[in-house]
């Protein structure tokens, strides 16, 4: 699935992948960020449950959206291809300000959605500024390489993780999710490691990336973004490596950003937080710091 084509008139909307496990009961930061960019009272937020395979989380999201002032929630009943094709659901998608894909199997959510008329929506209204989010499985998906699955609690290894087609939403990056508590760090190296393009991102639990229509997103929630940097890698053993043999990855950058930490995925750099900043904008390297690359 190839990433939208975007009207350059109009900017995409933001891509959101969540780390799984966000807060529902207390100050939902996240979702309350979502219900925001989506139009808050004037939001029409639909919701596809399809990776969960329980019959509450459908509604159980609707109530939140619905609770943080969303003026419109529905879900999608998904759980076969052929209810992709529902002209309902495409009618609903057409209509949608704001819309969440939940967490669960992301081979389920792929395999289902995958080149159906639903998922060709969601790329289209992507491209047309709607902004998109999604927890754990959901997060997933969002990318044009999928992590379809693999081993937590080791280090970068041949055949520690499989890859599947995503959803193309972007093609800079590759997710992860639940990331610190599941130890998924060597997986994600070795993601990395097949095509140094690939910008690798861990997202924690209860804490999402906001991917804005520049390509730079900010950290909220309560734990942290690990990105993975494998452009300037001189050397990988990954081409030749048998399976279940530890890589050799050299030139390796790695960056750990917390709440309001910053990223360009084009320039590759990361900021620290500025109170004074408005959500998702660039500080401004100017003078001396931008001639020396933002670097002391």
């Known amino acids: 699935m190839c990433p939208a084509p975007v009207d350059a008139e109009t900017p995409r909307g933001f891509i959101i992948p969540i780390g799984g496990g966000e807060d529902r009961v207390k100050e939902m930061q996240i979702h309350r960020k979502f219900v925001e960019l989506s139009g808050g009272a004037d939001a029409d ?4 449950p399809t990776a969960s395979m329980l019959e509450e989380t459908g509604p159980d999201y609707n109530r939140i959206f619905s609770e943080l002032g969303a003026g419109k929630v529905e879900f999608l009943p998904i759980s076969r291809r052929a209810d992709c094709d529902n002209p309902d659901y495409a009618g609903m998608l057409d209509r949608a300000t704001g819309i969440f894909l939940t967490g669960g199997n992301q081979l389920r959510l792929s395999a289902i959605l995958g080149g159906t008329l639903v998922a060709q929506k969601i790329r289209r209204r992507n491209a047309a500024g709607v902004p998109v989010a999604g927890t754990s499985a959901g997060a997933s998906i969002m990318s044009e390489h999928m992590v379809a699955g693999g081993s937590s609690n080791s280090g970068p290894a041949e055949g520690n993780i499989t890859l599947a087609p995503g959803m193309g939403l972007t093609n800079a990056v590759i997710i992860d999710q639940h990331f610190t508590q599941r130890n998924r760090l060597g ?24 991917i804005g229509p520049d390509n730079v997103f900010e950290v909220i929630g309560s734990g942290t973004v690990t990105v993975v940097d494998a452009s300037h890698l001189t050397h990988s053993s990954m081409w030749d490596a048998r399976r279940g043999e530890a890589l050799s990855l050299l030139g390796l950058r790695l960056d750990v950003l917390g709440e309001g930490c910053r990223y360009d995925l084009t320039a590759r750099q990361a900021f620290p937080p500025d109170e004074h900043m408005a959500f998702c904008t660039l500080p401004d390297l100017s003078g001396d710091e931008a001639a020396s690359g933002g670097k002391q």
């Open 45 to 48: 937020i639909v919701v596809i």
């Open 187 to 210: 997986r994600l190296l070795t993601a990395s490691s097949f095509n140094p393009f690939l910008i690798g991102l861990g997202v924690d639990e209860d804490t999402a990336a906001f």
